[in-house]
């Protein structure tokens, strides 16, 4: 069983974990990333540095990449974060917020939407954690709460044209029994790339099993007219995995 990856960062975790289980791992990464120098948003981090009232975290490695920064610049920003009404958008962002003594009040169900019931009535100062791109549903939804909104990018997604035609090329050869996708935009980016994306739809409908970390990135999925083979709802990669194996076993019990 042939299982390719489309993610970029760890892919030597998934592939060992792959190979344990019995399957043969492919990488194909389709996105790629690279971190904003400090300097691009060093006045927004000394902003955060002067305290927030609210700090919205989206992704743990951005949470991380954030303090790393500030390091950079001198600037502890565990004492305004720790001053904060603390809101995470998924799983990962709690976790890695609760590893740094940070524990998040509220924790949404990794999609933006899930987050705007949450949000404190301002006015204040709210930090916005950015993964990668704009969040005008956020922004606009603290602006209309009262908040100044600081928004906050530490890193920022790039598509890898090459790996997407590689890897779309080998889905349409049969190559590949299941894609695995970690995140919404590796879809978006797999889509708007590919030369062909109807036959692209057709093969993770058909001979392709799609597997989705967490459910946005199944909803991207779905919005491309793709319907998962299976979703990890844990948004762990090993947890992704092990439950495939069980879907298949189940399939064809």
């Not at 344990?20 to 902003?47: C, I, M, N, S, W």
Request: a positive charge; proline letters at 7%; zero cysteines.
């Amino acid at each position: 069983m042939r299982i390719a990856y489309a993610g970029l960062r760890r892919k030597e975790e998934f592939k060992a974990l792959a190979e344990k289980l019995g399957f043969t791992p492919l990488l194909f990464p389709v996105q790629a990333t690279e971190k904003v120098p400090v300097p691009e948003y060093r006045d927004h981090l000394r902003a955060l540095a002067q305290g927030v009232d609210l700090f919205v975290a989206t992704t743990g490695v951005g949470v991380k990449d954030l303090l790393e920064a500030g390091k950079a610049l001198g600037l502890d920003l565990r004492k305004p974060l720790e001053g904060a009404f603390r809101l995470a958008r998924g799983a990962k962002a709690a976790r890695t917020l609760r590893e740094l003594g940070l524990p998040p009040h509220a924790v949404g169900d990794g999609t933006s939407k899930s987050l705007l019931p949450l949000l404190p009535q301002g006015p204040g100062k709210a930090a916005l954690q950015l993964y990668g791109k704009p969040l005008p549903l956020l922004e606009n939804a603290l602006a209309e709460r009262s908040y100044r909104v600081l928004p906050l990018m530490p890193y920022r997604h790039l598509p890898d044209l090459e790996g997407i035609l590689r890897l779309e090329a080998a889905l349409l050869r049969g190559e590949v029994d299941a894609l695995a996708f970690v995140a919404a935009i590796q879809v978006e980016f797999l889509f708007e790339g590919a030369k062909d994306p109807k036959a692209l739809r057709e093969a993770l409908n058909t001979r392709v099993k799609a597997l989705a970390v967490g459910r946005v990135t199944a909803d991207a999925l779905r919005e491309w007219g793709v319907e998962p083979f299976y979703v990890d709802e844990t948004e762990r990669l090993g947890s992704l995995l092990q439950g495939y194996k069980r879907a298949l076993q189940k399939e064809v019990a």
